[in-house]
């Protein structure tokens, strides 16, 4: 009679580790529909039947890439718009160098997900869109928050959003390690995070002890109102 297998949680995650690091690949290249569960048992050196020790098949895979990308993100920003002991732009700034650190991490696995949801399985797909809508509404809030404790510029919320978004996203397009000198993830994240934020917050509180500064900030912030309330010219 065999052995029964030994799997050990550390063992465990190392596989199924290896198992998404062989789908981010092969789904890339192939699709979801045109990749085999053969094909990514042979990735990683196990039997079909192996994979099946870990993994139901590649629509759990799929769930697992969602899942460390699309939910952990969404359940993040959403924990970090309910706290409201703390100032809100420590809590954006925080949820922006977050989502982009992860991304900087697995810049091929999050540009998989971008660039495949539409072949996503129903069931994943709904987790995925409730999850970007949930990642969405928690960024409004948070940029909400800021300005109402008046750290922000007179931006437009939603288009804010969307824009800081679209910052960290684009990430997964971009970035390349060796193309980052010897900067982590997470020094590049901050990075990032800072020059995206300086659209956002407000600068009064490096200005308060110059009145000069204070009034140019103020022509600014009517610059900004009248072009908004006005629209595009022409």
Known sequence: ?????????????LILDQLLDAAEGLFARQGVAGTSLSELADAIGLTRTGVYHYVKGKDELLEHLVRGFTLETADKLTDLAGEVSRPADVRLREGVSSMAKRIAEHPRR????????????????????????????????????????????PVDTRLAAFALLGVTNWMAFWYQADQVGDRTPQQVADLLTSIALDGVFSQRADSVDSLKGVVALLHEDVDRLSQFVDGPSG
């Open 110 to 153: 999050f540009r998989l997900l971008l660039t495949s949801e539409d072949s996503f399985p129903e069931a994943i797909a709904k987790q995925h869109r409730a999850a970007r809508r949930a990642t969405l509404d928690a960024m409004i809030t948070l940029i909400d928050q800021v300005k109402a404790e008046g750290g922000a510029r």
């Open 1 to 13: 009679m065999p052995k029964p297998t030994v799997r050990t949680s550390g063992r465990h995650d």
